[in-house]
């Protein structure tokens, strides 16, 4: 089944998704840019706030393709005890040298590789997530002033990459601006992981506060369209995508 995430900044915030049903706690800094890494000391905070309740995936930042910065912010993240480590992807510097250095670390986190619908990248995803060794990929917007997901690609291209990811036997996760409207027409692609911010807040506006009526509007739009589960995914119940 899609399993709902929401992205928080702090623990007060994670709280407040977990009682709209997020099935995921995604820690992002949204003042930090598209994958704003919160610090570490806040996700120590989460983590012990969030107890073991949901799977708690975080991002490392928006970083430049070199080796050594990404290996080594994947395996701090790693090491703070999340689920999942989030990683956008960028054609710019060395992104296959990225994928080799993730490739050897034998960190104890899942990892989700991040493609930007707005960023033009002759990156493929499938391979990328194959050659760095990740479970899953992730669709989202590099740019939020710039529209949603689906102002940057069409249905049917999303639907491809949700069935070539799938074939692949990696983990998908669909984000990028999305809003209440989008919920039913991207359900209906099946993808593991829906991620909102920007939904979830005042004004729909990502650096605001949690609103807790945007929360659970969200969280009941989501549970109410999941689709029928599916084992393979369902078997590792602790991996968080995204």
Do not use: Y
Request: net charge negative; proline share 5%; glycine share 10%.
């Amino acid at each position: 089944m899609t399993h709902f995430l929401a992205s928080v900044r702090n623990a007060a915030e994670a709280e407040r998704v977990l009682a709209a049903g997020a099935d995921i706690v995604d820690l992002k800094e949204p003042d930090e840019g598209a994958l704003g890494a919160v610090a570490p000391s806040v996700i120590r905070e989460c983590l012990r706030t969030i107890g073991g309740r949901k799977p708690v995936s975080a991002t490392v930042g928006d970083l430049p393709m070199n080796p050594a910065t990404v290996a080594e912010a994947v395996a701090a993240t790693a090491g703070l005890g999340v689920d999942t480590v989030k990683l956008g992807i960028v054609a710019e510097g060395d992104p296959w040298g990225c994928f080799d250095a993730l490739r050897s670390l034998s960190a104890p986190s899942d990892l989700v590789l991040v493609f930007f619908a707005d960023v033009p990248s002759d990156v493929d995803a499938i391979a990328a997530a194959k050659a760095s060794g990740a479970c899953g990929v992730m669709l989202d917007t590099a740019g939020k002033e710039r529209g949603s997901l689906t102002d940057h690609m069409t249905l049917d291209e999303v639907r491809r990459f949700v069935d070539l990811a799938r074939q692949a036997e990696l983990q998908v996760g669909l984000a990028g601006s999305l809003r209440a409207h989008h919920v039913q027409p991207l359900l209906a692609l099946r993808p593991d992981v829906i991620g909102f911010r920007g939904a979830l807040c005042e004004q729909s506006a990502r650096g605001s506060n949690l609103d807790p009526k945007a929360c659970a509007e969200i969280g009941r739009l989501v549970a109410d369209g999941r689709t029928a589960p599916e084992a393979r995914f369902e078997a590792r119940a602790t991996s968080a995508v995204c």
